[in-house]
């Protein structure tokens, strides 16, 4: 299963961007979670926000409120909405799943996202 994330960039503080990561080898639908993370240098990757196979969700504190993480299963594509981006929410995203529940067996490359002020 390949993972592939894409949309980052850079935008000002206020803006919008959406990332997408797309899945090929496996149906998204039958993995049982998908989710993005995200990394600074120096610190710990952090989960942004879930979705699960039956569409529940949840989500960073950080991020409630601005971030939607949806999923498309017919373009076999997740996507992570970030609107009104803040400074503090400039990282690496990646886009993970884990297909049984258990634990993030799948992960993508990173795209970065930066956030100026």
């Known amino acids: 299963v390949q993972l592939q994330a894409s949309g980052g960039g850079l935008v000002q503080a206020g803006g919008s961007l959406r990332l997408s990561c797309a899945a090929s080898g496996r149906d998204i639908a039958s993995i049982y979670a998908m989710a993005w993370y995200r990394q600074v240098p120096g610190k710990q990757r952090e989960l942004v926000a879930e979705?699960?196979?039956?569409?529940?969700?949840r989500y960073a504190d950080s991020v409630k409120g601005r971030f939607t993480i949806s999923r498309d299963n017919a373009k076999n594509t997740m996507y992570l909405q970030m609107n009104s981006l803040k400074p503090e929410d400039t990282a690496v995203y990646f886009c993970?799943?884990?297909?049984?529940?258990?634990?993030?067996?799948?992960w993508g490359r990173g795209t970065q996202v930066t956030v100026s002020s």
């Open positions: 993970a799943g884990d297909p049984l529940g258990e634990r993030w067996d799948y």
């Open positions: 979705i699960s196979v039956g569409g529940s969700r």
